[in-house]
């Protein structure tokens, strides 16, 4: 115990990292090896007619590869697996490739570091800086060449271009939430201004939130939006959501019934809030915000009215414009409850786009190392897959179902059936 117990003492700073990734190197290899004995198991049957040997065997090791890690190069072995098994479309003797799923062909670099890659080159990190950068984050950024960044750039974009083009046939999404969102970076021509990126995000029927489209448009255009529906449409979303919920932009809210007429319009709440309070002084923001906040948190809708009312009573001869800018969306803005109670929190506002994309908009406002509107695009894309991973599902999964399948409900609950 004593011998133990001096280890962990000296086991600091440059021991104690050594420590860590000789485990992960372990652990990794183990599981390597793991997969590969069961692959060969697998295939135990598969002999040759002739001989009766096995066709599937182990045979050797393929050249060392080193892992780029928070923690370091991890430097690990596959087994090489001879597999000849027998082609079941052409009939003849091939060899057959195994790839171990937790170590894909090319995979050089850990996730932490793929995802951190990014972040980075939206902050303006050139790529013959990123060694240097990831080293001042604790990180072994060594293997992390100019050349390597470009490449996986470069395999980035063309993962974006085959998402974009992926099925949807099937597919059903009950609510959709959209939005543009504006990066301030440098362009290769300055006069076009901030570049928009339009982004979709729907709630499957098991409650799942999934990245749905990613595009760039004009400004948040009728046509921007009309051709990133369109697209949705023809690769297969044939029906559109029960409820869309989106800011201001006329540009949206003219194209959707264009593409899907039954789909109802909720308005988000925030966007709204902060319309209406461009026309108060400051000094009364806080008032003004708590008596807003009171009509989307009342129980009913009728509640919701009755707020709605004293709003205009207490500010219509002071603040006129104000009160014309909450009251026109009236019935867009209380849409949310025709639909269930549980889901309110979700539905009133777009933070699901705006909490994800809100890092995102920190770490772009003072950009100057994203020349060209593909290559924020592109990072935007990978920046969203790392942030989907984290979503969680809806409240209330079950009544997902229930609102697909036409039922109705008023102030969030189910109607009774006639």
Not at 211 to 224: K, M, N, P, W
Request: contains cysteine; positive net charge.
């Amino acid at each position: 115990m004593e011998t133990v117990t001096q280890t962990l003492r000296m086991a600091t700073g440059p021991v104690l990292d050594d420590i860590l990734r000789e485990g992960a190197r372990r652990l990794l290899q183990e599981a390597i090896e793991r997969e590969v004995d069961e692959y060969v198991r697998r295939h135990a049957e598969a002999r040759d007619p002739h001989t009766g040997r096995r066709l599937v065997v182990r045979n050797g090791r393929l050249p060392a590869r080193s892992i780029q890690s928070p923690l370091g190069p991890i430097v690990v072995q596959q087994p090489r697996v001879d597999d000849q098994r027998v082609d079941p479309v052409s009939g003849e003797r091939r060899r057959f490739r195994f790839t171990p799923a937790i170590l894909p062909p090319y995979l050089r670099k850990a996730q932490s570091i793929e995802r951190l890659v990014p972040w980075l080159y939206l902050k303006g990190i050139s790529s013959s800086d990123f060694p240097e950068a990831l080293g001042a984050l604790g990180l072994d950024g060594s293997g992390l060449s100019a050349t390597s960044v470009i490449r996986m750039k470069e395999v980035w974009r063309e993962e974006w271009a085959e998402w974009s083009k992926r099925s949807l046939v099937g597919k059903r999404y009950v609510y959709l939430w959209v939005d543009g969102v504006y990066f301030n970076i440098r362009l290769a021509d300055e006069g076009e201004g901030r570049q928009c990126v339009l982004v979709v995000m729907g709630a499957t029927e098991d409650g799942t939130k999934e990245l749905v489209a990613i595009q760039e448009g004009h400004r948040e255009s009728e046509q921007s939006w009309l051709d990133v529906l369109r697209d949705l449409k023809d690769r297969g979303l044939e029906m559109g959501p029960e409820l869309a919920c989106g800011d201001g932009s006329l540009g949206f809210w003219k194209a959707l019934p264009q593409v899907y007429p039954q789909a109802r319009w909720q308005r988000c709440w925030m966007h709204k809030t902060c319309n209406v309070l461009n026309h108060f002084p400051k000094g009364q923001h806080g008032v003004v915000k708590g008596k807003i906040q009171a009509i989307w948190m009342a129980a009913t809708k009728a509640e919701a009215l009755e707020a709605l009312e004293r709003f205009k009573r207490d500010y219509e001869k002071k603040y006129l414009k104000a009160v014309e800018c909450l009251m026109k969306d009236k019935q867009e803005l209380l849409a949310f409850y025709d639909f269930p109670a549980e889901h309110w929190q979700h539905l009133r506002t777009t933070n699901p786009i705006e909490s994800t994309f809100a890092t995102v908009r920190l770490r772009t406002a003072k950009t100057k190392g994203c020349g060209s509107r593909q290559a924020c695009l592109t990072m935007v894309f990978k920046l969203c897959q790392s942030a989907e991973r984290s979503w969680r599902k809806l409240n209330g999964c079950a009544l997902l179902r229930e609102v697909s399948e036409g039922i109705e409900f008023e102030d969030g609950i189910r109607k009774a059936a006639a």
